[in-house]
């Protein structure tokens, strides 16, 4: 099926600082989510993004669809320990009917 | 505002034992989704459905089946439970016109000894 690369694996980062991280695919795509897991918990959706070269922010939270369509990425501003989980990006290809596709997701951990 | 639930949240079953996991959304959502979740292989599509009695084949469908007799229902069958359908099963629907924004549910922790 269709790949979602989504970079970094995982991350651990001090509290306070800024996280970054992308989901890229030779695809095109017209929607792009982002979704953060708790652990234990089912996804909750964070941002969707709907046109090339869009900017969304939620709070501390960030999120662009890349002007080629074929990108996102997610920012975190001044994490908190809160702010631990898996945060996984979605894409909705036309093709593809109502499914997603969905990234192996970014596995954040923050340091107090 | 927008929900999901799953009829258990933890669940432990012996090998061939048949299984239900129920799902409810009250957003009167089209679509709905079963996925299974394994460490290191993301969220994989088992089946969905886009209207009641409808249903479509995921990418890992073997071992499975799934019943949508209500629109607010689907259900997911595990016919013969085995230790490799061991997993974390989240539900999700979607279903405003042009949108597609999935909605999950808390999922459902099956063991299967």
């Known amino acids: 099926g269709q790949q979602l690369n989504q970079s970094p694996q995982s991350m651990f980062i001090q509290e306070g600082e800024d996280v970054s991280m992308n989901c890229t695919s030779s695809?095109?795509?017209?929607?792009w989510l982002w979704y953060k897991q708790d652990p234990g918990e089912g996804p909750v959706l964070l941002i969707a993004?709907?046109?090339?070269?869009e900017l969304t922010s939620n709070g501390r939270l960030t999120a662009q669809f890349g002007i080629t369509r074929k990108d996102s990425f997610l920012n975190i501003s001044a994490s908190i320990p809160s702010d631990v989980g898996i945060y996984f990006c979605?894409?909705?290809?036309?093709?593809?009917?109502?499914?997603?596709?969905f990234g192996a997701g970014t596995i954040l951990r923050v340091k107090s | 505002d927008v929900k999901v639930t799953q009829s258990s949240r933890y669940l432990v079953k012996r090998t061939g034992e048949k299984v239900f996991l129920e799902c409810v959304q009250d957003?009167?959502?089209?679509?709905m989704f079963w996925y299974r979740q394994d460490p290191g292989l993301g969220l994989r599509l088992i089946y969905f459905?886009?209207?009641?009695?409808?249903?479509e084949k995921g990418d890992i469908p073997e071992g499975y089946s799934v019943s949508r007799e209500k629109k607010e229902r689907f259900s997911l069958i595990l016919e013969s439970a085995s230790t490799n359908q061991t997993s974390m099963y989240l539900c999700?629907?979607?279903?405003?016109?042009?949108?597609?924004?999935?909605?999950f549910g808390p999922g459902t922790r099956l063991t299967v000894l």
């Open positions: 979605a894409g909705h290809l036309m093709e593809y009917g109502n499914k997603l596709v």
């Open positions: 999700a629907s979607s279903g405003v016109l042009g949108l597609h924004e999935q909605f």
């Open positions: 993004l709907y046109k090339a070269g």
């Open positions: 695809s095109i795509f017209n929607t």
């Open positions: 957003m009167d959502h089209e679509n």
């Open positions: 459905s886009y209207d009641v009695k409808m249903k």
